[in-house]
C-alpha cells in the first residue's frame, strides 16, 4: 500500500525521474541503502522503486505505528519499526535480517535520521550508523546503493518552512531524481563497512544531484 500510495501522490508535488547503473541488480535478500535529507524522501524513494518493480520492507520510526490506520498497513505490509534511543533498538535488525532471510528486499537509512541544516539545497549524505554494517556483517547480504536528490525542495528547514514547502509543491513541481547503483559487497570490520557503504551511496546521490543540475557538494 505504501509504495502504492508513494507511486500515485509524488507526481502531484514534483518531477520524478529514475536512473540505474548498466549493472544495477535487485537480488533477492538485498539491502537498499538511501541517503536521507528531507521528510519527503522516503514517498520519492518508494515511488521510485516502484517504478522498478520493487517494493521493500522499510526501517522507519516506531512512531508511524501509533497512527492509525498508517500503523496497521506498516504491520501488515512487514515493515520494521524502529526505536530509537530505546532498549528495543536492537529489535530493529532482528526483524531486518528476519526479512532478508525470507527473501525480501530491505530499505535503511544510513544517516539514521535527516539533516538539521536548513537550507534547501544538495550535500553529500552525513556520517553512517554502524546499523548497516553490523546488519551486512549479521547476514552477508549484498547492499544496493541508492542516491536522490531534489527532495529538500519539497520539505526543508524549519516546521514553518516544511508546511510551506510542501503546501507549493504541487505549483512548483521541483525535480526529484532517484538513481541506483550496482550492487556492493562490504567486507571489513564494522568502521570499514560504514565507510564503503557511505562512499558507494554518496557517488550513486553525486549522479542523482546532477541530473537535476544541482550543485554538488561533497563536503560535509
Known amino acids: 500500500m505504501l509504495s502504492r500510495l508513494a507511486e500515485a501522490l509524488v507526481p502531484a508535488f514534483g518531477r520524478l525521474t529514475v536512473t540505474t547503473d548498466s549493472d544495477a541488480d535487485f537480488a533477492a535478500g538485498s539491502i537498499i541503502v538511501a541517503n536521507h535529507s528531507s521528510l519527503a524522501d522516503p ?5 521510485a522503486l516502484r517504478r522498478l ?13 501509533r497512527i492509525p490506520v498508517l500503523g496497521r498497513a506498516l504491520a501488515r505490509e512487514g515493515h520494521i519499526p524502529v526505536h530509537r534511543h530505546d532498549a528495543r533498538a536492537g529489535d530493529a535488525l532482528d526483524g531486518a535480517a528476519e526479512a532478508l532471510a525470507r ?12 539533516p538539521t541544516r536548513k537550507d534547501a539545497g544538495e550535500a553529500a549524505p552525513e556520517a553512517f550508523r554502524s546499523g548497516l554494517a553490523r546488519l551486512v556483517h549479521r547476514t ?6 541508492l542516491g536522490q536528490a531534489g527532495s529538500r525542495r519539497i520539505v ?13 509543491a504541487p505549483l512548483r513541481r521541483p525535480g526529484l ?22 562512499a558507494a551511496v554518496t557517488e550513486a546521490w553525486r549522479k542523482a544531484a546532477e541530473r537535476l543540475g544541482e550543485p554538488v557538494s561533497l563536503a560535509v
Open 53 to 65: 518493480g520493487v517494493e521493500p520492507a522499510v526501517l522507519a520510526a516506531a512512531g508511524l505505528w
Open 43 to 47: 514517498a520519492v524513494v518508494l515511488a
Open 156 to 168: 526543508s528547514g524549519s516546521p514553518i518552512k516544511q508546511v510551506a514547502g510542501l503546501g507549493t
Open 103 to 114: 527473501g525480501r528486499l530491505v530499505l535503511i537509512y544510513g544517516e539514521g535520521g535527516i
Open 140 to 145: 552477508g547480504a549484498p547492499v544496493i546503493p
Open 177 to 198: 531524481h532517484v538513481h541506483v547503483g550496482a550492487p556492493i559487497t562490504l567486507t571489513g570490520d564494522v568502521p570499514s563497512r560504514t565507510v564503503h557503504a557511505r
